[in-house]
């Protein structure tokens, strides 16, 4: 079985707030205790808000918050009306490059961290040394898709695991190899994580039990598909 | 906190065998006893092998699998090499039109569901005579992403829930209110649910508890993205 507890008790994270001991003290009082196996998953926006990668929108609201995608985009795949579908420096495409204004103050916006797995990785150092207990960290955001409809948290953000298990070589139940069975997990882990985090509730974190996944040196930049290997661009 | 059981005891499905028995035993045999609020997900695998929706391979193996994959597809968007991204006759874009070669008999091959709403909602009706509760039900597929690595289960049949999650005109921690926020819920949970079933193991089915999803009427093809609607074809 696999369990999913969103935290409570993580306050409003601010710049140079200390992430790990907010998301510690979301543990005591969800009344967990890590154990090995857990995963930890955080909404990019408390990371990026402890990091301060947040923007004042400087005179007419939306011409700055326009200025900014522009600013944070390395380069744009499409554009319609105000929505623009950008590549971000981490090599992610997703809308507005990934900068937002929602559960952020008015007049400012967030964007995404500078490295996240990085961040990530930094996270999971202070939560070892906090805990005693080595959990693998997974920062999200929110990214819409081609082809479907709606929204599905992703890993932006990696540490202590591999990102995509690679299947291949093993064998299905008639003995036939799995050729090409490679699972996004960092994403199905974003993803099942959201359905207890929510997206207007201060519930940033998640701790994920039960996975059975062993400890990897992943990064979410892992998943990205470069261009050339993209029929899609 | 959100619970996903994999089933445990559910035997080899073929043409006409009662899934929805199967799934009840497995049920029994993991320890569970459905509750309200409980959501049922099974891959398509089991739907399409219990409805007959197989094919035998004739002749050469590869080329009659090529062009099966033809026949499925009503729409092909891309090849490369031997890979087809293909329109199904459901709205779906996704690998070799959905046509699938692994856990399945040599030399057979396993097509999409006909109808995987009414297929979900056929199991749904099942479940609830045999277990007296009325649990939605997600029938997912593995597909594959533009602009990232790694597949992702994804809802491709739905009944009894809302297949996305629309909190438009609800509002964040700060008052601003979300306008863009529609979460692919059906996907989300299908990834999940991923996390547990595994892709080589006989759990083609697995419950999720503690969702507090509502009773909905949507379907999977709510999620399809028409081409008009939609940048990247």
């Given amino acids: 079985m696999i369990e999913i507890h969103p935290l409570s008790g993580i306050p409003e ?4 707030d200390d992430l790990a001991a907010a998301i510690t003290a979301g543990l005591a009082a969800t009344g967990l205790v890590p154990r090995e196996g ?4 955080v909404t990019h926006k408390v990371v990026s808000k402890a990091e301060g990668a947040t923007a004042v929108l400087v005179g007419e609201e939306n011409a700055a918050y326009r200025a900014l995608v522009e600013e944070e985009a390395v380069e744009i795949l499409r554009r ?4 623009v579908i950008a590549k971000t420096r981490h090599g992610f495409i997703c809308a507005n490059a990934g900068v937002d204004r929602s559960n952020t103050a008015p007049g400012t916006a967030v964007l995404l961290p500078r490295d996240p797995d990085r961040s990530a990785h930094s996270l999971r150092l202070s939560l070892l040394q906090a805990t005693g207990v080595d959990m693998p960290v997974i920062i999200t955001d929110t990214f819409g898709r081609a ?3 709606g929204l599905c948290d992703v890993a932006i953000g990696l540490s202590g695991l591999e990102a995509i298990a690679d299947l291949r070589g093993t064998f299905d139940d008639f003995g036939r190899e799995l050729k090409v069975t490679e699972v996004a997990v960092a994403d199905e882990i974003a993803a099942a994580a959201d359905l207890a985090m929510g997206k207007a509730t201060a519930m940033p974190a998640a701790l994920v039990r039960g996975l059975g996944l062993p ?5 979410a930049t892992d998943l990205v598909r470069e261009a050339p290997g993209d029929l899609f661009r």
Wanted: zero cysteines; a positive charge.
């Fill in 13 to 16: 994270i601010n710049k140079g």
């Fill in 38 to 41: 857990d995963v930890l998953v």
């Fill in 80 to 83: 319609r009306g105000d929505l």
């Fill in 147 to 149: 082809w479907r409809k």
């Fill in 215 to 219: 400890i990897g040196n992943g990064r």
